[in-house]
């Protein structure tokens, strides 16, 4: 018989739900701006559509056009559901220990930040968090991509995966 891990989360909210919300509020953030601010609807080969925004500085709404940018993912890679995959990364979760900008951390900094966080949200939880962040940054910023690899494998060999 294979083992089973259970799903393990310290989240008030399911990933769904917070992707959801996310997207309602910067749909609720565009309104006000006219259609024509919002910039290009084709781009092309070799670049990707970059979905217009609003961007909240001190306070003020500065609306962000659509644009095209390089398109550095993978061919025939992502689900064709169009579903997340392994889900959105939540942001500041691993932060609040000290675990930022981890490309230029030491490796010993890295390893108490998540020394804490493992006190907190349990191993694996983190390590879920891990795996996300090395997804993720693989191909946009692989050093983050190779740090948070490392320390995905350091937490399995220093805490197990138990689920409870």
């Not at 565009?30 to 601010?37: E, I, L, Q, Y």
């Not at 080969?45 to 962000?64: C, F, M, Q, S």
Request: aromatic share 8%.
């Amino acid at each position: 018989m294979g083992r089973c891990i259970r799903k393990q989360t310290t989240a008030k909210v399911t990933s769904r739900k917070y992707a959801a919300a996310t997207r309602r509020r910067m749909g609720i953030r565009m309104r006000g701006f006219r259609k024509s601010k919002r910039g290009v609807r084709r781009c092309p080969k070799g670049k990707v559509l970059r979905v217009a925004y609003v961007r909240i500085t001190r306070g003020r709404r500065v609306p962000v056009p659509a644009s095209c940018i390089p398109d550095i993912g993978a061919v025939g890679k992502g689900l064709r559901s169009g579903k997340p995959g392994i889900g959105t990364l939540k942001k500041g979760n691993l932060v609040r220990f000290g675990y930022q900008k981890i490309a230029g951390m030491k490796e010993g900094a890295r390893r108490t930040a998540l020394r804490k966080a493992v006190a907190a949200y349990g191993a694996l939880t983190v390590f879920r968090k891990l795996n996300a962040l090395y997804v993720y940054t693989r191909r946009t910023s692989p050093a983050t991509s190779r740090a948070a690899g490392a320390d995905k494998e350091w937490i399995r060999a220093t805490f197990g995966l138990k689920a409870f």
